[in-house]
């Protein structure tokens, strides 16, 4: 099956910084979404982006299809970013996760 | 709009019963999918159900199965229950299956 591979695992910013997270993939897709999962653990939609840019607010993402991965910019962190980034694709119908970023904004 | 609803949201069980999870999906959505979602690991993929069809299955036991109703709402359910099956598990609904997702708050099950 496919692989996809989510860096740094862990990341400690204090408020105010930028990070940017990265989502490698093996194979071709036909989607790729971004989610933020909270502390009661609901999936929150960030963005859907098979190709191409996004922006929204202080987040950004950028997939390169061809070069199989995607990036998520965040910029200005808030504590309120906290929590684990997922990004998953779909190669047939079925969204295939990674691992996942912790992310702990510090005040 | 309603978002997807999920229910119950906690439910406590012990080895080898039997539960029932249920999913509503976004109106107008005609595709249902399930994930189970360990501590510490992203979701994995249980079933996908596309007008009232079976189009997918993950890797896990036929102790799971699962349905989706003509309203397009989803029943999952596990028998014979281990302690390893204590997760959360998420809802997924899309227009298409293939479409953007949008997942549930979960249903966290606890086997003891």
């Known amino acids: 099956g496919i692989q996809v591979e989510q860096s740094p695992p862990d990341l400690i910013l204090q408020e105010g910084a930028n990070s940017t997270l990265r989502c490698n993939f093996s194979d071709s897709v036909n989607n790729l979404q971004w989610f933020h999962q909270n502390p009661w653990g609901q999936l929150i939609n960030l963005f859907y982006i098979p190709s191409g840019t996004k922006q929204n607010g202080r987040l950004s993402a950028t997939t390169v299809a061809t070069e199989r991965y995607s990036l998520l910019y965040i910029s200005s962190s808030q504590t309120t970013d906290s929590g684990v980034y997922f990004c998953a694709v779909t190669p047939g119908y079925e969204l295939n996760f990674g691992k996942g970023t912790s992310l702990l904004v510090t005040p | 709009d309603a978002g997807v609803t999920q229910s119950p949201t906690h439910l406590i069980k012990t080895r080898g019963q039997q539960v029932t999870l249920r999913c509503s999906p976004i109106s107008g959505h005609k595709s249902v999918s399930w994930y189970q979602q360990v501590l510490g690991q992203g979701p994995q993929f249980i079933f996908q159900?596309?007008?009232?069809?079976?189009?997918g299955r993950g890797n896990f036991p036929d102790r799971f199965s699962a349905r989706q109703f003509p309203n397009y709402s989803s029943e999952l359910n596990v028998n014979a229950l281990l302690l390893g099956d204590s997760a959360l598990y998420l809802c997924?609904?899309?227009?298409?299956?293939?479409?953007?997702?949008?997942f549930g708050q979960g249903t966290r099950l606890t086997v003891v």
């Open positions: 159900y596309y007008e009232k069809e079976e189009r």
């Open positions: 997924a609904s899309s227009l298409m299956g293939n479409t953007e997702a949008f």
